[in-house]
């Protein structure tokens, strides 16, 4: 009989006809790293993209002799994630040591929670694009300490499969990490590739709200694991499942899902039978491949971590994390919804383009909700695109970005020359103040310098003017057009036009 990772892939099946005859039930499972500025077992800073091997110490290294210590802002951060996910926070718990092999575990084990997770039974609701709303089980919140990375050299595409050598960075092994891990979700159908990416953006959201980690899933602060099963429909048993590792953003999430329920509808219908084993998602082609064969608890031998003492959060400090918990993303949303007056795909959009944030602080600047939504939506999200940068790394900040609104609305700035000046601020010119000053953009408003530079354009196209006194008032556009060229754009276009026509009929 055939299997998944002894043959060559078999062929994909149409997504249609898997959710017509296949059942999904997914699983997700999510790393977390914590953004406190300490290990979770040391004093060794977690600062990202430092040198290799140079954030590391004794403990993390796993030297003889080394002892442990629990690091009590990253069980504050755990206890705040598992209470903002309706868990319950567990009275007593302790650390077990997961056992395995790697290189990049130095202590030949990770420090991690087995039976004892500090949050366990929660929910998390999602609300789909079409507004239905999917409750999602969250099985299990844990501590556990992350890797060391591997770097394979040599390969064709950075695996250790091909590789000449690998290096190792032991930087971010000890970074604290919070494993959250969703109860078995069925009865998604077609929709279950959707499901998975509503999923990790809200859990994205929330937990960035919380202040506890960057949840950067390009950087690595943020791994999903997404777990998949088939069986045929109505059946009611439960297929096998594969695990698809560190899958690092919110499309690819949707479209690892997309893929292997393709794939095992594939294996099944030639006869094959899954295996139980985690994959890799490939980003160029869309499509998953083999890793290993998936251990069981058992295979880690878990036992008690001797070397720290159990955790066991009182009721009062549970109830005084619970009061620092912040308003959550989805309620946030709905009251700015309302408050801006906009609609469900308008603030969807925001959500998006990630511009939410940057809209809201550029309000509480002092800009009307539609100016700052068109900036940063429009202008400023082109700015983004062509300068390979996230909206929010863009070299400007809400404030500098409401006080080029206030120049406009004040009539020192026409939009076109507010558009220079922001290009001004990006390029670091300075504040748009100081970019106004030194471009000489703003707007004149001199009245006799403007009656000047339109008498002098209608000196230049005496035909023009014929055309204007004969009530073809359209055709002044032509002696607009020259003024604001002889003025550098720096002219206020309405009040240039009054005064061509008032001009023109003396």
């Known amino acids: 009989m055939t299997t ?17 005859r296949f059942d999904p039930v997914l699983g997700i499972e999510v790393h977390v790293e914590l953004s406190t500025n300490t290990k979770m077992f040391c004093g060794c800073p977690t600062e990202f993209g430092a040198e290799p091997n140079t954030q590391v110490c004794p403990v993390c290294l796993g030297m003889p002799g080394a002892l442990p210590v629990v690091n009590r802002a990253a069980v504050e951060s755990a206890m705040r994630i598992g209470l903002a996910l309706n868990c319950e926070i567990a009275p007593w718990g302790r650390f077990a040591r997961k056992n395995y092999f790697y290189p990049d575990m130095p202590k030949n084990f990770q420090t991690s929670q087995y039976d004892e997770p500090i949050a366990h039974d929660g929910f998390l609701d999602l609300t789909l694009d079409d507004g239905e709303v999917v409750r999602i089980g969250i099985e299990r919140a844990h501590m556990e300490e992350d890797t060391g990375k591997s770097l394979h050299v040599g390969g064709a595409d950075g695996r250790i499969h091909g590789a000449d050598h690998s290096l190792l960075d032991y930087n971010r092994a000890g970074v604290p990490l919070i494993e959250i891990v969703t109860k078995m979700i069925p009865d998604t159908g077609a929709r279950a590739p959707e499901v998975a990416r509503a999923y990790v953006t809200a859990l994205r959201d929330l937990i960035k709200s919380l202040g506890v980690s960057d949840v950067r899933m390009d950087q690595g602060s943020m791994r999903a694991d997404v777990n998949l099963s088939l069986s045929p429909s109505g059946s009611g048993q439960l297929g096998t499942r594969t695990e698809t590792k560190n899958v690092n953003s919110l499309r690819s999430v949707e479209r690892a899902v997309r893929h292997e329920m393709s794939r095992q509808a594939g294996v099944l219908d030639a006869g094959g039978e899954i295996v139980q084993e985690t994959r890799h998602f490939d ?48 309620e946030r949303r709905k009251r700015i919804q309302t408050e801006w007056g906009i609609s469900d795909e308008e603030i969807r959009d925001l959500v998006n383009a990630g511009a939410l944030d940057l809209v809201e602080a550029t309000v509480a600047a002092g800009a009307s909700s539609q100016e700052a939504r068109s900036w ?6 082109q700015q983004a695109n062509t300068r390979s940068v996230e909206l929010a790394d863009l070299a400007i900040t809400p404030e500098q970005v409401a006080r ?24 670091g010119e300075g504040s748009p103040d100081e970019v106004v000053a030194a471009r000489g953009l703003k707007v004149v408003s001199d009245e006799g310098e403007l009656i000047a530079a339109v008498d002098a354009a209608l000196a230049e196209q005496p035909d023009v003017v014929e055309k204007i006194r004969g009530g073809k008032v359209a055709a002044a556009g032509a002696i607009v057009g020259a003024v604001m060229k002889a003025t550098r754009g720096q002219a206020d276009a309405k009040r240039v036009k009054e005064l061509v026509v008032e001009r023109s009929s003396l």
């Open 4 to 20: 998944a990772s002894t043959h060559s892939e078999p062929e994909l099946v149409e997504f249609d006809d898997v959710v017509a």
């Open 376 to 381: 940063w939506v429009a202008y400023l999200a």
């Open 283 to 330: 980003e160029a082609t869309g499509h998953t491949r083999a890793g290993r064969r998936k251990e069981t608890s058992e295979d880690y031998r878990y036992f008690p971590e001797p070397d720290l003492v159990p955790i066991a959060p009182s009721a009062e400090w549970v109830e005084e994390l619970r009061g620092t918990l912040p308003e959550l993303p989805w």
């Open 404 to 427: 080029v609104i206030a120049l406009v609305a004040d009539g020192e700035l026409t939009n076109k020359l507010a558009r220079q000046v922001v290009d001004g601020v990006l390029d």
